[in-house]
Structure formats: structure tokens, C-alpha cells
């Protein structure tokens, strides 16, 4: 069941990204399905199945009214990076109430702490991804902490809900690497950070 959904889910995520409109044309990323889909597929694999699930209703409900999450998520993150920019297209965004946006911030500075955590003893294979708090943004650049808020303000209540109540639980960041190293062929982190000390 959960692979079938993470299939359906890669699917649809994928139609909604490439159809994201950015300023200069198409990113050279909206064309690497393969990556896209080890990164997304990694994160999916981390889930529960009734968040899984939950994150599909969201998704279709998106669908159905003519919504493209993966536009929105840029837009939010935009916030933090481009602050003049989301002040011109913030209205135009669906609106996400207090409660909604301080999980997200709570769900995002959580998963963040764990992935500063990880970087403490797999120093070059955390490197190898995205900053980790918003205060290491750039225009250049997006944090993990950023691009995770972006994320979180397009799911409903129910699956922030969801997803803070499993982080209890879970550690997310951890379970996404482990799954994001087992695509590119390696069987564990220290396997991979080993192989990156032997390239350094």
C-alpha cells in the first residue's frame, strides 16, 4: 500500500513541478526526474502510512481545484529569500491560519535540529545538501529550515498534525537519509561518509 501511494504521489508532484513558472524559463532541475524523485521518494519512504495517505487527499484536493503545491511551496519559501518579491505575490497564495503556520515552524525548526544533529557525525554527507537554518539562507541558496516551511504551509491541519505527531516518535531526518544513501547504491551512512573522506 504505502509503495503504491508513493508512486502515485511521485506522480503527481512530478506534473505539478515541471509545471512550476520560474522567472528566466524552465530550472535545469524541473528537467532531472531521477533526482527529483530519489529526493522526494526518500522523504516519502520516512512517512507513516496514514500520513502518507493524508499528504494525498491534500494533493487531490490541490488537483481538483486547480491548485499547484509545488508552486505555492516556492512562493512561501520566498518569504525568507526574496521578502520583496513574496510581498507581491502573497496575496494571490491560499490563506494559512496561525496555528497552522506556527506548526510548520515548529515541524520545521524540529526536523532542522535533527538534521544539525546528523551533520555532528556525518559532516561531509549532510554538507553534500541544502543549509540547515534559515539564518544560512541566501539568494542563492535555500535552507532546509526555509525550504520545509514552504513545504509544510501547503499541507492541511490534519496532515501537520499528523506529521508533528510522528516526529515524536520518528527521526525523520535520519529515516530520509538513510532511504536518500540506499538509492545512490550505498548501505549505510558511515559507508557513504567514508566514501566521500576518500574523495576529499
Not at 38 to 43: A, E, P, V
Not at 92 to 103: C, E, M
Not at 185 to 193: H, K, N, P
Amino acid at each position: 500500500m504505502n509503495e503504491e501511494i508513493v508512486t502515485d504521489l511521485l506522480e503527481k508532484e512530478w506534473k505539478m513541478f515541471t509545471a512550476v513558472k520560474n522567472i528566466g524559463g524552465p530550472a535545469i532541475c524541473q528537467s532531472d526526474r531521477k533526482t527529483f524523485e530519489i529526493m522526494r521518494k526518500s522523504q516519502f519512504e520516512a512517512w507513516t502510512l496514514e500520513l502518507l495517505m493524508s499528504y494525498r487527499e491534500d494533493i487531490d484536493a490541490a488537483i481538483a481545484s486547480g491548485r499547484n503545491l509545488m508552486t505555492e511551496k516556492y512562493a512561501h519559501m520566498m518569504e525568507h529569500t526574496l521578502p520583496s518579491r513574496y510581498m507581491q505575490i502573497a496575496p494571490f497564495l491560499p490563506p494559512v491560519t496561525n496555528n497552522d503556520r506556527a506548526a510548520a515552524d515548529r515541524i520545521a525548526k524540529k526536523i532542522a535540529d535533527l538534521q544539525a544533529a546528523l551533520a555532528k557525525k556525518y559532516p561531509l554527507l549532510v554538507s553534500t545538501g541544502r543549509p540547515i537554518y534559515t539564518n544560512e539562507d541566501t539568494v542563492y541558496s535555500t535552507s532546509l529550515e526555509t525550504y520545509l516551511k514552504g513545504e509544510l504551509l501547503t499541507y492541511s491541519n490534519r496532515t501537520l498534525g499528523l506529521l508533528e505527531k510522528e516526529l515524536k516518535y520518528t527521526d525523520i531526518s535520519l529515516k530520509t537519509m538513510q532511504n536518500t544513501i540506499r538509492q545512490y547504491g550505498f548501505a549505510s551512512l558511515d559507508e557513504a561518509e567514508q566514501w566521500l573522506v576518500s574523495k576529499s
